[in-house]
């Protein structure tokens, strides 16, 4: 025992006493533990070490067949009240919720070791740090939130005598799918995960408490905690300015996180550094300005199409040190996944741990396998990075992957406006995630699956954050779109690194160097001022003017679509400034 907490002691011995653990063993942080627990989990099969020469330090994990994504379906949100939840979540009554959970969790533990993790989410001791105990049967899982949190003693000695910690309770239980929970008690500051091994599921620091309760802390306490990731821009002269964004899934937040900028930027002295890729934790500052953190200490990226090509950065953060879960194990004690290159190897096994043939069709990896690595290895990482103030942010950004609809990039006319172009964010599904292709499926901020009550409140406390009086110096927020098309469906922008020219734009606004144009929809681009140095052969001027126009037929569907999307939230919720903006939008395109 590391804590004299009463709070912390309480709690463990009702968990234990509830999972009936044969022993409880407690994570200091230190490598010697990890090393140990490691050693006792290839002994079980739990983790397969690999090849220490190519991979060193790395580990490979199978998850069970049935337990290889994030369940939606599964996941609740238990407040008092199920209007608090809104529309957008799933609700049980919190007695009734956990009377069901004391009945699965019962005696799950028989057999097994429970694990106590101290973490933080953020720097230990920044003003923007919050505090959590896992509680976990699985080796898998206290590795993973080694590399994703941080994990250590000091955890205890920040938290003192305080009771402010958010409790986690982890079992593997049977893996029974039929009886698989993720709930998140946002009064109690506590989640509960049972059934499951999956790492979207049962690393508690990440989507559940880095997202869904911190959400609920940031409306009480006056903070935001966002699906962005956040970059920062070195100009040639050595000013950097920081950028977050908001995409849905499939939309490049990764890439764009760690961005190559083109050949002739490089030249020029441009860089691109890396915060985060996937959580922003956001705050008014002392000078008045939106900082930002990555609370993470980790990436847990898709495995699949990450190549050398696609995005070496993250390649190369997978060298040493990360757990690779439902890739292909090649016979030589390495990984690969589809798309990391065109040789699918021979002899090896799948992700099922099957003898995998390429010939015969079937995928290798699993398309939602994972990679989790340490942010530390990351060439790119920014040192800001672990600045406990955090980053100042110039801009946010919205985008999603539409095929007509929206242009390359467009500016809102204000905050409420860009909080507008956030709550309507939307992509069209594409061929691989469902039989009908061109469906519109709104993510509000693409935080649909990850706010932790109504959505119509989340979005007013957007509008609140942006009349806060700390706040003196909002952010510009823009929309951008890399997957507009062509007729024929081709792709008219390059993307990747040339995404470069459409950040440098957007600074230049952010810094009043640049004109805009006034469009029904925001201020958009004059096409001289996108910077094509380099890719004229790929963009000529005409598919650059293609790329930023609006089709107002279009733009009417859209605007019926989103009062459509805005007529479910609930009656008498949504904010007076968004059905504001819809109105102008409507009378814009008249």
């Avoid at 599921?201 to 409306?219: D, E, P, Q, T």
């Avoid at 939106?290 to 696609?310: C, D, H, I, R, Y």
């Avoid at 605007?559 to 504001?580: C, H, M, N, W, Y």
Wanted: hydrophobic share 40%; glycine share 8%; with cysteine.
């Amino acid at each position: 025992m590391y804590t004299n907490n009463q709070a912390v002691l309480t709690w463990i011995d009702k968990m234990a006493a509830l999972t009936k653990p044969d022993k409880i063993v407690w994570i200091n942080g230190s490598e010697e533990q990890l090393e140990e627990l490691r050693q006792e989990a290839y002994k079980t099969g739990e983790l397969i070490k690999l090849n220490g020469e190519e991979l060193p330090g790395c580990v490979y994990h199978r998850s069970a067949l049935n337990d290889v994504a994030r369940v939606e379906d599964r996941t609740f949100i238990c407040c008092e009240k199920k209007e608090d939840a809104g529309p957008t979540n799933n609700w049980m009554d919190p007695a009734q919720m956990h009377k069901m959970l004391d009945e699965i969790y019962d005696g799950s533990m028989k057999g097994r070791t429970m694990y106590v993790i101290p973490y933080s989410m953020s720097i230990v001791g920044s003003p923007f740090a919050k505090y959590g105990i896992e509680l976990t049967d699985s080796i898998y899982v206290v590795v993973s939130m080694a590399i994703m949190t941080r994990v250590g003693l000091d955890v205890y000695d920040a938290l003192g005598d305080s009771p402010d910690f958010i409790k986690g309770l982890h079992a593997k239980a049977d893996l029974d799918a039929e009886k698989r929970y993720i709930v998140h008690f946002p009064q109690e500051n506590t989640i509960m995960s049972v059934n499951s091994g999956y790492g979207g599921n049962v690393l508690l620091g990440k989507k559940c408490f880095a997202l869904r309760i911190a959400s609920c802390l940031g409306r009480d306490e006056g903070w935001m905690a966002e699906h962005m990731l956040i970059l920062g821009v070195e100009f040639p002269n050595g000013e950097i300015h920081y950028i977050s964004a908001a995409f849905p899934s499939a939309c490049g937040k990764t890439n764009l996180a760690m961005l190559i900028p083109p050949e002739g930027y490089q030249k020029a002295g441009y860089k691109v550094w890396t915060v985060g890729d996937d959580i922003a934790w956001i705050r008014p500052g002392p000078d008045g300005r939106l900082w930002a953190v990555n609370p993470e200490n980790g990436f847990f990226g898709v495995a699949p199409g990450t190549s050398m090509k696609s995005n070496p950065n993250a390649m190369l953060s997978t060298r040493k040190n990360t757990i690779f879960t439902n890739v292909v194990l090649k016979p030589d004690g390495t990984v690969w996944w589809e798309g990391m290159d065109k040789n699918p190897p021979k002899g090896a096994l799948n992700w099922k741990g099957e003898p995998w043939d390429p010939a015969d069709g079937s995928k290798g990896a699993h398309p939602n396998s994972r990679f989790t690595a340490p942010a530390r290895n990351c060439p790119c990482l920014s040192k800001e990075y672990d600045n406990p103030q955090g980053v100042p942010l110039d801009a946010m950004l919205f985008g999603g992957r539409r095929a007509k609809t929206a242009p390359l990039v467009y500016q809102s006319r204000d905050w409420n406006h860009g909080v507008f172009l956030g709550a309507t964010v939307a992509s069209e599904t594409t061929a691989a995630a469902t039989g009908a292709v061109g469906v519109v499926r709104r993510d509000p901020m693409s935080m649909r699956p990850f706010i932790g009550y109504h959505v119509a409140d989340y979005w007013q406390h957007w509008i609140d954050m942006g009349r806060d009086p700390r706040v003196t110096k909002l952010p510009k927020i823009f929309h951008v779109n890399w997957f507009r098309t062509d007729d024929e469906g081709h792709f008219l922008w390059p993307g990747f690194g040339d995404n470069m020219r459409v950040l440098e734009w957007i600074l230049k606004r952010c810094a009043g160097e640049v004109d805009a144009v006034e469009t029904p929809i925001g201020y958009m681009p004059r096409p001289e001022d996108i910077n094509l140095a380099g890719i004229e052969d790929e963009v000529s001027e005409d598919t650059l003017k293609e790329l930023l126009t609006i089709d107002k037929d279009v733009w009417k569907a859209e605007a019926a679509d989103i009062r459509t999307f805005f007529d479910q939230v609930g009656e008498g919720k949504l904010p007076k400034e968004l059905s504001d903006c819809l109105e102008t939008l409507e009378n814009n395109l008249k």
